[in-house]
């Protein structure tokens, strides 16, 4: 017997693979080799909000500095294709901050408090249910 069919067909909360979402098909990203374009599809919303607010706390709290990356002309010498690389160091801290911001508490897309994880997972389920037909998709907006 198990769920009935509503229950059972629903998609579980979590990431682009936990809610059925094929990882390498986006909206917004063409597929190329290697890249995710759903998973950058489902990140372009929390662009401004999250990651480029979370660079500018690490760096204006001189958590991450220019010291931590590396940059050097591109392989090919194309102009404009410089590399930038971020040190051993420097990526340790990166990825502890980004750990420490996704645990802050925002206004959800319901309107009540919810951690970053939990925002953009709740998002990752809509994307999936607008794309089964089921609900219109709303973009998380952070309300500041």
Request: hydrophobic letters at 40%.
């Amino acid at each position: 017997m198990g769920k009935p069919p509503s229950q059972r067909d629903a998609p579980p909360p979590g990431g682009s693979d936990r809610v059925r979402l094929h990882p390498g098909f986006g909206a917004l990203h063409s597929a190329r080799d290697g890249a995710q374009a759903c998973v950058s599809d489902l990140i372009e919303e929390f662009r401004a909000p999250l990651v480029e607010g979370l660079a500018v706390y690490l760096f204006n709290n001189r958590i991450l500095s220019r010291a931590d990356f590396l940059t050097a002309d591109a392989p090919d010498g194309q102009p404009g294709g410089a590399v930038c690389r971020i040190q051993s160091a420097g990526r340790d801290r990166l990825i502890r901050g980004y750990e420490g911001w996704l645990d802050r508490a925002v206004k959800g897309p319901s309107g009540r408090k919810m951690l970053w994880r939990r925002v953009m997972q709740a998002q990752a389920v809509a994307y999936a249910r607008h794309a089964l037909g089921e609900a219109p998709y709303r973009p998380f907006i952070l309300d500041y």
